[in-house]
């Protein structure tokens, strides 16, 4: 019993630390590191992750737990795909804003094109989920895999080592959604899938 409540434990820091929304701040961290965005100021850098920050990760956590405490729902119960809606438009809308702000501060096209990546994730999970629940953790990750894909093509580079540790995490955390019942395993390959082919698209052509 211990070792189960263990496991089920271990699920939920996985599932809370790989949050679907920190796919855009992942991309940055990549696209700052391994391209030649690196050259540019870190104060510049830093700028510009805040506010990705704010607008990805800080905002929208913050509005949407403000949003189940209000409806009196636990996360388990948030999760109930016809509950989904609400959270996913908050989301969209604060990737929306953050969309606009960096374009109307005339950043590089790569960095926005990763939020509009994100956003284009998010909006495609969503109008899923009118039909089907499908994993947006997993689809995170695998906008980050597809990200890399994507990247590694445009700046040839050799992402094999980053694929790695991508491809680990999608793993324990598509194992993490399934322990925990939130998730079948049709919907976490879906969930990849859909955030795969997104970010090879969103990059390549967005």
Same mark, same amino acid.
């Given at each position: 019993m211990t070792r189960e409540k263990n496991i089920i434990y271990l /699920? +939920?820091? @996985?599932? %809370?630390l790989f949050t679907p929304f920190y796919l855009p $701040?992942?991309?940055l961290i990549i696209?700052?590191? &391994?391209?030649? &965005? *690196? &050259? &540019?100021?870190v104060g510049y850098r830093l700028q510009v992750m805040a506010v990705v920050y704010f607008f990805t990760i800080l905002l929208p956590t913050y509005l949407i737990h403000f949003y189940r405490r209000h409806q009196g729902w636990t996360l388990i119960e948030l999760g109930h795909r016809e509950r989904r809606m609400i959270p996913y438009l908050i989301s969209i809308l604060c990737y929306l =804003? #953050? @969309?606009w702000l960096l374009k109307s501060w005339h950043v590089f096209h790569f960095v926005s094109s990763i939020i509009m990546t994100a956003l284009l994730v998010q909006m495609v999970c969503a109008l899923i989920n009118v039909w089907w629940k499908i994993s947006t953790h997993t689809a995170a990750i695998g906008g980050v895999v597809g990200a890399l894909f994507a990247f590694a093509?445009?700046? *040839?580079f050799n992402?094999?080592?980053? $694929? #790695?540790l991508a491809l680990l995490v999608a =793993?324990? $955390?598509?194992? /993490? +959604? %399934?322990i925990l019942r939130q998730h079948s395993l049709s919907q976490v390959v879906?969930?990849? =899938? @859909?955030g795969l082919l997104c970010a090879v698209f969103g990059i390549l052509f967005l």
């Open positions: /699920a +939920r820091f @996985v599932s %809370m $701040l992942c991309g696209l700052f590191t &391994l391209s030649y &965005l *690196a &050259l &540019l100021p =804003g #953050c @969309v093509e445009i700046f *040839a992402p094999v080592w980053w $694929l #790695c =793993g324990m $955390l598509g194992s /993490a +959604r %399934m879906g969930g990849f =899938g @859909v």
